[in-house]
């Protein structure tokens, strides 16, 4: 049963998209506040004295959104990282990591090793270290981040922070705007609305959005941003924790047969309907469907572990994200995890390619020939 709690951000979320009733309900609070608030933002930030932002001395790509929550930010990160990485490219992430109880906010910055927990450094850190190999430093404060991982690896071609184009201490070379099936919603800003900051952005209000070299990225298949759209998929095969593997097609094959295993998907992100479409749309018949709040902590799959522990079978099966196995095979290692690949344009990839390679040699010139509407003077 949902409580009120649940009900009301529930609620709350469904008013951020277009079309809503309830977004008239909650208006005549919520939108005073919100203007409020961005208003307070503008004054703030066109007040404080100018603090020049330390050049890091390599680039610097931002992979960030306007629209809270999951977008598909960190698939494309991992996206990215591979593409510069099987260029020849020293590459780093940062990130600013993510810990429910907090704990992650009384470190300084710290790279990402093979013995890294989830609740110490974040699930997604921790999942883009293991996919891509390169370092990843998590930190409060991004631009310590950046600098840490610099120090420790002074080679570093280029740096990608996953998240960040409101934060007021990166002025990076290269953004992407990243954007979901869900455009800008009801086109208002928090509370009233789901955008971080109004759309198109307000120049001079975050360093990024002066950066030289920006981009759209959709990530849904219904994009509603102007802009390059990337295409979605699961991976073809599963992996436990063991390094056992099991192509997707087969268990889709088992799933849909008269005596089929027994089907559980699991998905702590944003958007876990999302997650469970795609399975179903690989032919995967599913038992059941286990929905846990994005970011969840390690003590949110324990119940679900135990009552799988004491019904667990040859035929059962658990299927989650990959996000969800770097926490979850602490418990159940047998849990099959599969990875969301994202297919980027590549006139997308050969624009990047050109501003990396203009920006690594000084020419910083604005160039957004497929984006028109990005930044209102």
């Known amino acids: 049963m949902t409580n009120l709690p649940q009900f009301l951000t529930l609620a709350l979320e469904r008013s951020w998209l277009k079309g809503s009733r309830l977004a008239w309900l909650f208006a005549p609070v919520l939108w005073p506040l919100s203007k409020l608030i961005w208003y307070a933002l503008r004054l703030h930030a066109f007040a404080r004295p100018a603090v020049p932002i330390e050049p890091l001395g390599v680039p610097l790509l931002v992979v960030g959104n306007v629209f809270v929550g999951g977008v598909g930010k960190t698939p494309l990160v991992i996206a990215l990282t591979l593409h510069f990485k099987s260029q020849g490219l020293q590459v780093a992430v940062i990130s600013r990591g993510y810990s429910p109880k907090g704990t992650q906010s009384s470190h300084a910055p710290r790279l990402v090793t093979p013995l890294s927990q989830a609740k110490e450094v974040g699930d997604e850190p921790l999942m883009i270290f293991e996919r891509t190999g390169v370092p990843v430093c998590v930190g409060t ?4 981040a950046a600098q840490h991982v610099l120090q420790m690896h002074p080679q570093l071609q280029l740096i990608i922070s996953d998240d960040g184009l409101q934060n007021d201490t990166l002025r990076p070379e290269m953004t992407v705007c990243v954007f979901d099936d869900r455009g800008t919603g009801n086109g208002w800003t928090l509370p009233a609305g789901p955008l971080r900051e109004p759309w198109p952005r ?36 599963l992996i436990d924790a063991h390094g056992q593997r099991c192509s997707l097609k087969g268990l889709s094959a088992n ?4 005596s089929r295993v027994h089907l559980i998907a699991l998905a702590g992100v944003a958007q876990p309907d999302l997650f469970f479409k795609m399975l179903k749309d ?7 469907c286990v929905r846990l709040p994005d970011h969840a902590p390690l003590e949110a799959y324990a119940p679900i572990v135990q009552r799988l522990k004491a019904t667990h079978g040859p035929q059962m099966h658990l299927v989650c994200t990959q996000k969800d196995a770097v926490k979850l095979w602490r418990l159940y290692p047998q849990a099959l995890a599969i990875e969301l690949e994202l297919s980027l344009p590549s006139l997308f990839l050969e624009e990047l ?9 000084g020419l910083l010139g604005f160039s957004n020939p497929t984006n028109t509407a990005i930044i209102e003077q």
């Open 141 to 144: 404060h991004r631009l310590k």
């Open 202 to 237: 307000i120049q001079g209000v975050h360093p990024s959005q002066r950066a030289p070299f920006q981009w759209v990225l959709n990530t849904g298949e219904q994009p509603k941003i102007e802009g390059f759209c990337a295409k979605r998929r699961l991976g073809h095969t």
């Open 255 to 258: 799933s849909s047969a008269n």
């Open 282 to 288: 690989e032919g995967l018949a599913l038992d059941e």
């Open 353 to 361: 390619d050109r501003a990396l390679a203009q920006t690594r040699q």
